[in-house]
């Protein structure tokens, strides 16, 4: 499974953001799960939001970021894209796609938003809020 992050870069604080994780590999079609992970300075990687590719593209969203990011999956493309809206100066940091294999039922919120889960993962992209 390759991923490839794009849509980083410097944004206003009050703006909007939309990131894409591209999927490729034979491999993909095993996917069951992508989310996006926010890494700040000296942090942990957290997850954003996920998407549950074997329930429908179920929606998962983490507390810090709910309300303010929209993830959906592009079928046809094999895109996650990530939407920020509106930004805070927080949100700064490393963003990453994630993508879980395997067959995805039944997997509560919990495990779906939780780092360990996700073996394959994209490069990064930047994030720089500015005030």
């Known amino acids: 499974v390759q991923l490839v992050e794009s849509g980083g870069g410097l944004a206003q604080a009050g703006g909007s953001l939309r990131l894409s994780c591209m999927g490729s590999?034979?491999?993909?079609?095993?996917?069951?799960?992508v989310a996006w992970f926010r890494q700040a300075p000296g942090k942990a990687r957290d997850a954003v939001a996920a998407?549950?590719?074997?329930?429908?593209?179920?929606?998962y969203y983490s507390d810090a970021f709910k309300g303010r990011v929209t993830i959906s999956f592009d079928d046809a493309k094999n895109t996650v894209n990530l939407e920020i809206n509106p930004l805070n100066a927080d949100d700064a940091g490393v963003y990453f796609c994630?993508?879980?294999?395997?067959?995805?039922?039944?997997?509560?919120?919990?495990?779906?938003?939780?780092?360990?889960?996700?073996?394959?993962w994209g490069q990064g992209t930047q994030v720089t809020v500015s005030s």
């Open positions: 998407v549950n590719l074997y329930e429908g593209g179920r929606r």
């Open positions: 994630g993508a879980m294999r395997g067959v995805a039922l039944g997997i509560g919120r919990q495990a779906m938003l939780q780092t360990e889960r996700y073996r394959h």
């Open positions: 590999g034979s491999s993909f079609d095993d996917v069951g799960a």
